[in-house]
């Protein structure tokens, strides 16, 4: 199997196994709806109640998970539409991923109402290490599914998936 073929798959299992993460995430938004008793609305949200904006927020990571899982099985099966999806999905990636990690270095944190101020630079250094390990991750695929290789990986032959007539 050709270097280029593994890192495909590679990429295609880590789609895969984001997807089932922002499922959980996803999830646990759901939850959050009914368990957590939010203020109504949400600062900064005009007019949204806490209820509405966490079963927002579940349904849109549910989405997000749905088209990962689509576009890494579609990589594994070497389908020529997901190789355009994963180009759409590292960009998306590439640049939130970008813009949070900006975000982190700029915006000033609050310690929570316990105090805490020692820990505001171990949690903007833990978020930034997050977004950037992301941002690394969408750059990577974006170079990955542009190059040759991938190109010639997705026109390649396709195994054929019907038994041959006798």
Not at 2 to 27: C, E, F, N, T, W
Not at 75 to 102: C, D, E, K, Y
Not at 110 to 127: D, K, Q
Not at 140 to 164: H, I, M, S
């Amino acid at each position: 199997m050709p270097q280029s073929s593994v890192s495909v798959r590679v990429s295609a299992v880590l789609a895969i196994s984001g997807s089932v993460l922002m499922l959980l995430v996803a999830s646990a938004f759901g939850s959050a709806a009914y368990i957590v008793e939010g203020p109504d609305p949400v600062p900064g949200a005009p007019g949204i109640p806490f209820k509405t904006l966490m079963l927002g927020l579940c349904a849109f990571g549910t989405l997000l998970s749905g088209w990962g899982t689509a576009t890494g099985i579609g990589i594994l099966r070497r389908q020529r539409w997901s190789r355009f999806s994963m180009l759409i999905f590292a960009g998306l990636l590439a640049v939130t991923s970008a813009t949070g990690l900006i975000f982190v270095a700029v915006m000033p944190l609050r310690p929570g109402p316990g105090g805490g101020e020692a820990m505001i630079p171990i949690v903007r250094v833990g978020i930034g290490i997050i977004y950037g390990a992301l941002a690394a991750i969408g750059i990577w695929w974006l170079a990955q599914f542009n190059g040759r290789n991938a190109k010639e990986y997705f026109r390649g032959d396709v195994p054929e998936t019907r038994p041959a007539r006798p």
